[in-house]
Nanobody
């Protein structure tokens, strides 16, 4: 069992930056591949980023590639998503997710944190 709680979402101006946090309880983040997804109103959930359980491999979705960095702090059992050069189309609820292996579905999800980018 993994419980995930996202935080850090807020209103930000276009071109600005945000760092989202995902605090995990239960198993440590090192035992799961940790990822970030987002969902805008009326749109499907979209993959943003994922870090392997050892923190040595990162994958990024096309929509935010080059503008986001995923990382983790094992001591705090927390995963981060650093977002830069934000655009209004980045407005969405951002979700943290966990899966046991790269071949499995993301089985644990947080409640989401709202990011709103204004022009």
């Amino acid at each position: 069992q993994v419980q995930l709680v996202e935080s850090g979402g807020r209103l930000v101006q276009a071109g600005g930056s945000l760092r989202l946090s995902c605090a995990a309880s239960g198993p440590t983040v090192t035992t799961y591949h940790m990822g970030w997804f987002r969902q805008a109103p009326g749109k499907e959930r979209e993959f943003v980023a994922e870090e392997s359980l050892n923190g040595v491999k990162m994958y990024y979705g096309e929509s935010m590639k080059g503008r986001v960095t995923i990382s983790r702090d094992n001591a705090k059992n927390t995963v981060y998503l650093q977002m830069n050069s934000l655009k209004p189309e980045d407005t969405a609820v951002y979700y943290c997710a966990a899966r046991a292996s790269s071949n499995s579905k993301h089985e644990y999800w947080g409640q989401g944190t709202q990011v709103t980018v204004s022009s």
